[in-house]
């Protein structure tokens, strides 16, 4: 176990540099290559109407006429360690990990991505708890009852919630319960530390919005995979033993079912923690969703790299996350990736190569196949 | 399907509760009707006055907790026990169905263990909390030859040593004359012939078991000709046959005379002691013919039988059995003992 999370982790580390690569380059190797030179570059980075001088400064304060390599190693090592800007007579200093300077407000990107990042934290966990606890339930007492008038009414409300834009949903909420009754007047965020009350009373719109589209997808996953392990054959052998329906149903049926949900929850949250882009917006809340919309806009590129590395981040540790969760959960991964302690148990887990492809190809073709028509059916950033 | 509506695990069972079970007749395990019975006394019976085994102990067992865990599951929700104590029961019953190192086993996944091992698994569950019936479903379909005789003696030793009733539900005849004390043939959800195991095997009064015993190869006999295969494929059982749900398929109903085998349902009659036949041919007829059938009558036939209580093998040909619910009009009795 510790040696796959260390490997887990290993591949975890190499994943974001392969994601700064690629960010390093749509920001810099595909302007040149679009016959960028240098000193346009940094044109962009002066402000309006610079003067040739200013400009020629900023080139040799980025360092935008060293070689791409040299610039891209500045650049990581600016997130690791932070870097020195040397614009001959100032010497600016940009601590770790260092996103470089916005062109908007000439300050450091990352304290203004980590003053917005509670916000954005706030929201997605409030709803991710919200919609988890709704959606699966939801899920299933509609497999159970099958064919019911609730099982017909949530289905038919999920497909409403699945359908439905934030925009749309978020505006009518806040039309009904802050402007014609005000239950949640004036919403704006309110920082948890200041007041938690005011914290949590401002967020519950926004939360419920944004809750209502996932959970309506998780409550037709669920229905989907209860429906199908209930159906297993080792849920009659449960029944068989004389358990309770209930101790059936959730620790046999629920159990096995969650499995796949439990990686479409670990994707959606890493997206959504890199910003809720729609729901930010329609609740003005100051995240990283309107953070990077505001990035876009005034084509700050710092600020927007600062981002799309921030989100990357997130979706790269979600998923590592949920990789280990899921050996701890499926015996059938945890097993055959423990370290031989009984012979017995050799038999069966002959070294890595094997406990890899096992783990790829067999129990997990399960989850990949519901986590892939889940990702095709919610792509998340765009809908949040 | 039998078996499951025994169990109170047939489909309508699900879902709605207290909904019609589509059941009628009586299924009576130690005197208790268990068709009138509420759902969550069948619940308090299932597991620790009948347990079950079932056909593929791969998925019949939850590949997300220990094998261990699951049988003692099973004991706990009977015995008002500490896990310590469910435990130790469960390495014990482990080591009695022939698990090598039951108490390091104990902790293993069932993707962990073999084929073999899982049905033994499967045995121990069924037998955690000592119940009067058991019910063995196919128990050897999944297994090779070895291993499913293996499970036989498994199942027939643990019957003697735990005294309980068990119902073995197969198509294999060879499995029926091993362990069958009692067999019950049926077709297409109803009873065919009943009778002690050396009466259906030596002197079959029902022309399916005829069919049955016609298609088997056999050692003891020298091959004179091919198999004989029934003709024809099982009904479906949403749509029987009148009559006599097996006179499509019979070579006699010539024999009977009139329309009697499409029109009227024939029912159990004794044609000997404790021996019953669901048939309109007269006894005398059906003697004839199975005298000119039966290959090497004179050769005693090797149909073992296990001295113990009571063990009835509904035996029943092809998969066709059991497929679809059958609204079991008939009586199904267990007298356990």
């Given at each position: ?384 | ?171 294999d005849l060879g499995v029926v004359a091993e362990v069958a004390d009692d067999v019950l043939v049926m077709y297409a959800g109803r009873m065919a012939e009943k009778g002690s195991g050396n009466d259906v095997f030596r002197a079959p ?133």
């Amino acid at each position: 176990m510790i040696t796959f999370i260390i490997r887990r982790l290993i591949t975890t580390v190499f994943l974001l540099i392969v994601v700064s690569i690629i960010t390093f380059a749509i920001f810099f190797l595909i302007p040149r290559l679009a016959g960028q030179n240098s000193y346009e570059l940094a044109a962009q980075y002066v402000g309006r109407n610079p003067t040739r001088s200013a400009i020629l400064q900023m080139e040799q304060k980025l360092g935008l006429n060293s070689p791409l390599v040299v610039q891209y190693w500045h650049f990581l090592w600016g997130i690791v360690a932070g870097t020195h800007y040397n614009s001959g007579p100032s010497v600016t200093y940009c601590a770790p990990p260092c996103f470089g300077y916005s062109f908007r407000s000439q300050q450091p990107v990352w304290p203004q991505m980590m003053a917005a990042l509670p916000v954005t934290l706030s929201l997605a966990i409030g709803a991710a708890i919200l919609w988890v606890i709704g959606g699966v339930s939801i899920g299933v007492l509609s497999a159970l009852r099958r064919g019911s008038i609730f099982d017909r009414f949530s289905m038919g409300v999920a497909l409403a919630g699945v359908s439905l834009p934030i925009f749309f949903t978020g505006l009518i909420s806040l039309e009904l319960f802050s402007y014609k009754w005000p239950i949640f007047p004036n919403v704006q965020y309110v920082p948890i530390t200041t007041n938690p009350a005011l914290w949590a009373r401002n967020l519950v719109l926004p939360w419920i919005t944004l809750a209502f589209l996932y959970a309506a997808l998780y409550a037709r996953l669920t229905r989907a995979g209860m429906l199908e392990t209930m159906g297993e054959d080792f849920i009659r052998t449960a029944r068989s033993k004389g358990l309770k329906e209930r101790t059936v149903v959730v620790h046999h049926g629920l159990r096995a079912a969650l499995t796949p949900i439990l990686t479409i929850f670990g994707m959606d949250l890493g997206l959504l923690l890199g910003g809720a882009i729609l729901t930010e917006s329609t609740f003005s809340l100051p995240g990283l969703g309107q953070f990077t919309i505001l990035a876009i806009q005034n084509q700050d590129f710092p600020e927007i790299m600062g981002v799309v590395m921030l989100a990357a981040f997130f979706i790269v540790v979600a998923n590592m996350v949920v990789d280990i969760l899921y050996a701890v959960i499926d015996p059938r991964v945890r097993v055959s990736l423990w370290p031989c302690l009984r012979s017995a148990t050799c038999a069966c887990s002959s070294g890595p190569t094997t406990a890899w492809s096992r783990r790829w190809t067999g129990s997990r073709s399960t989850w990949s196949a519901a986590a892939r028509s889940a990702s095709s059916a919610s792509p998340a950033p765009a809908r949040a | 399907m039998t078996s499951l509506a025994i169990m109170g695990l047939h489909r309508s069972n699900e879902g709605k509760k207290g909904g019609g079970t589509g059941i009628t007749g009586q299924i009576r395990l130690d005197g208790e009707d268990l068709v009138s019975a509420s759902a969550e006394r069948v619940r308090q019976l299932r597991g620790s006055k009948m347990a079950m085994i079932f056909q593929d102990p791969l998925s019949a067992l939850h590949p997300y907790y220990s094998v261990g865990d699951q049988i003692s599951e099973a004991y706990r929700v009977h015995n008002k026990v500490s896990k310590q104590v469910a435990r130790k029961r469960t390495v014990d019953l482990l080591g009695r169905v022939g698990i090598p190192q039951p108490s390091v086993r104990v902790d293993d996944f069932p993707h962990q263990f073999s084929g073999g091992m899982r049905q033994r698994a499967m045995i121990a569950m069924a037998l955690s909390c000592d119940p009067e019936l058991l019910i063995a479903d196919e128990p050897t379909t999944a297994l090779d030859v070895t291993v499913q005789a293996q499970i036989l003696d498994l199942i027939v030793d643990l019957q003697a040593e735990f005294g309980s009733a068990v119902i073995i539900i197969t198509h294999d005849l060879g499995v029926v004359a091993e362990v069958a004390d009692d067999v019950l043939v049926m077709y297409a959800g109803r009873m065919a012939e009943k009778g002690s195991g050396n009466d259906v095997f030596r002197a079959p009064g029902h022309p399916y078991t005829w069919g049955l015993l016609g298609s088997m190869p056999r050692l003891d006999v020298a091959r004179v000709d091919r198999l004989r295969p029934i003709r024809g494929t099982p009904p479906s059982l949403i749509n029987v046959p009148s009559g006599c749900p097996f006179h499509p398929r019979c070579g006699y109903p010539s024999q009977v005379g009139g329309d009697r085998c499409t029109t009227e349902i024939p029912v159990l009659r004794e044609t000997g002691p404790d021996h019953q036949v669901a048939c309109h041919l007269m006894l005398a007829k059906q003697q004839e013919i199975w005298a000119q059938l039966a290959p090497g009558s004179a050769t005693a036939e090797a149909a073992a039988q296990a001295e113990t209580a009571a063990a009835e093998a509904a035996a029943s040909a092809e998969p066709g059995e059991g497929v679809t619910e059958v609204p079991g009009e008939g009586v199904t009795e267990v007298e356990a003992t």
